[in-house]
């Protein structure tokens, strides 16, 4: 009860930032899912037991290609649950204010929580292969921050984030405003605070040409 009352706590704080995630467009993303598995999903079964027939895997081989496909599959339904929690529950993905950044979103249905500004080294606008956009917090002891979630909870976020840089990894499609817009919408409040605690903001190489 305590974390449920500091969660509170910072939503009803005065003169701060708070973004929901876009509950149509993640309604959106589950039904692109959906179809996606409902398509793809025995396509991938069946060519998963053609490889293993033809190619003459033994007991082990036939383990390991199914065991595979069975993280595969259940990385995909937990993504699937994570996505609808979010449509079901309205909850911020991320709150700034004048402790930190609330990070309610980096991995899916939640984050790392309360990350404070003396913990932060930097905020980075990253875009990966110029199409996904992410808010980036990075920390300045990463191993600290991973530190807060269970071994189970750090592989789950390993394995959505492997190509990603280290921090606390807020994506763009659970921020109902633009990753551009909430970097500046920071900088214009708390410029003070991100000079006073030596908090860089980036922005990414890979950031998309304008046209």
């Known amino acids: 009860m305590a974390g449920q009352e500091r969660y509170i706590d910072l939503i009803d ?8 995630p876009n509950r ?3 309604l959106l993303y589950l039904c692109l899912y959906l179809a996606v598995a409902a398509v793809f999903g025995p396509m991938f079964v069946w060519g998963t037991f053609l490889l293993a027939s033809r190619t003459g895997l033994n007991i082990v081989g036939g383990t390991v290609v199914g ?8 990385l995909f339904v937990v993504i699937l649950a994570c996505t609808l929690y979010r449509i079901l529950v309205r909850k911020p993905s991320v709150i700034v204010n004048s402790e930190g950044i609330f990070d309610g979103c980096s991995m899916l249905a939640g984050g790392y929580g309360l990350i404070r500004w ?3 080294a930097a905020l980075v606008e990253y875009w990966y292969q110029q199409r996904h956009a992410y808010l980036i917090v990075m920390p300045r002891d990463v191993a600290a921050l991973r530190m807060r979630h269970s071994l189970l909870l750090r592989m789950f ?7 990603l840089p ?9 921020l109902s405003v633009p990753v551009s817009e ?3 919408d920071i900088q214009r409040r708390y410029g003070q605070t991100l000079n006073a ?4 903001v980036l922005g990414s190489a890979k950031r998309p040409l304008q046209r």
């Open 13 to 20: 704080q005065p003169h701060q930032i708070v973004v929901y």
């Open 24 to 26: 149509a467009k993640l």
């Open 67 to 74: 065991g595979l496909a069975f993280v595969g599959a259940l």
């Open 118 to 120: 003396e913990e932060i």
């Open 157 to 163: 976020r390993r394995s959505i984030t492997l190509t």
């Open 166 to 174: 280290a921090g606390a990894i807020l994506p763009q499609w659970l």
């Open 182 to 184: 909430l970097v500046a």
């Open 197 to 200: 605690h030596s908090v860089s």
